[in-house]
């Protein structure tokens, strides 16, 4: 199993210029090479690096596996639609492998830019650090907010998954990030507010438009989405833990597509479209993985109106957003471990029907 690493690096003035030069260059190689791929309708490494590789190296003064980098990188875009030619930003990505790229003990980083080698050092935390020893393949280069960043592809092993035949149900939601059948939740409201207060400061910045207005939205773009993040790092490891230690596996409803299928009123737009089921639903998957714990998705339709006592399905089970109580039977409870429930169940018999096949 792989996984990305994020490291930052600390050049100096003139490593930094150097870094900046190589990702203009090798870009700028990307225009040319696109331009040339689609007038040619070459969506193939070898055919592309016949016709261009000499001329690109002779025309923006980059190493010979640089080029091959580029050319990689082109035909990558470029197979996804053929019918544009793909265009990089100047300081788009870099794409490095070994042969341009190697570590130098546990704080340095040797570099190949377009001024030859250049041995840097570069910070992270414990966790990357103890994976250090593990890093496998490529690593790309990243320039953003004025700093650069190697994420790097790291073999983390393969744990082989257990086989339970009981699932720990998650229900994901927006008021409650999680909620398990077990009856413990994830609560939201802390991630709602903070939203809300980032979208009240934003339109007042938006509405001063002066220069020192624009500068504190750009430092503060990316606040509300890491600490969205952690959140969603520290449930899904907290979910993880619980199923490990109790020997179950984890049953999720396939949420793919929800924002297409479902509708919400204006006031709720902003709430729907920020809500981070995908991100949380990958820490899942990764995380448990790495445990051992099989993970399962389920179909989602009337997991919130189904009773688990009775089997009754009726929206008019779910008098509110926050209560299930069935018409026919009397069973009531919170709404979304109701949900957690049916989910668990219906991963169950997933698993039942698996291992019978």
């Not at 809300?196 to 773009?221: D, E, F, P, V």
């Amino acid at each position: 199993m792989k996984l990305t690493m994020q490291v930052k690096l600390l050049p100096t003035a003139e490593q930094a210029a150097s870094l900046l030069k190589t990702m203009e260059q090798f870009n700028a190689a990307c225009d040319t090479l696109a331009a040339i791929a689609f007038s040619n309708k070459c969506a193939n490494k070898v055919e592309l690096q016949k016709i261009a590789y000499h001329g690109i190296r002779a025309d923006f003064g980059l190493s010979a596996q640089m080029t091959v980098r580029a050319i990689a990188k082109v035909v990558e875009v470029y197979k996804r639609d053929k019918s544009i030619q793909p265009s990089f930003r100047p300081h788009g990505a870099i794409v490095y492998d070994e042969r341009i790229l190697s570590w130098k003990g546990s704080d340095r980083v040797s570099v190949l830019t377009v001024d030859g080698r250049e041995i840097m050092p570069w910070v992270a935390g414990a966790y990357q650090h103890a994976r250090l020893d593990r890093v496998r393949g490529q690593a790309d280069l990243i320039y953003r907010d004025g700093q650069f960043f190697l994420y790097v592809t790291i073999d983390v092993g393969d744990v082989p998954p257990g086989d339970p035949t009981e699932y720990l149900g998650v229900d994901l939601g927006r008021k409650n990030i999680a909620a398990d059948n077990d009856g413990e939740t994830f609560s939201g409201a802390h991630i709602a507010n903070l939203r809300n207060r980032h979208a009240r400061l934003r339109r007042k910045l938006q509405k001063k438009g002066t220069k020192s207005a624009k500068r504190l939205l750009k430092r503060r773009r990316a606040k509300e989405s890491r600490f969205a993040r952690d959140v969603n790092h520290r449930i899904s490891k907290a979910i993880v833990r619980k199923a490990k230690d109790t020997g179950r596996g984890i049953a999720l409803e396939d949420l793919k597509g929800i924002r297409a299928r479902t509708t919400v009123r204006r006031s709720q737009r902003r709430a729907h479209h920020s809500w981070s089921f995908h991100q949380l639903r990958a820490f899942l998957t990764y995380k448990a993985a790495m445990e051992g714990v099989p993970l399962v998705c389920v179909d989602p339709r009337n997991t919130s109106r189904e009773c688990p006592c009775c089997g009754m399905i009726d929206k008019r089970n779910r008098p509110d957003r926050d209560t299930f109580r069935c018409i026919q039977c009397g069973h009531a409870g919170p709404a979304d471990t109701t949900a957690a429930v049916n989910i668990s169940r219906r991963g169950s018999r997933h698993a039942a029907e698996r291992r019978a096949a």
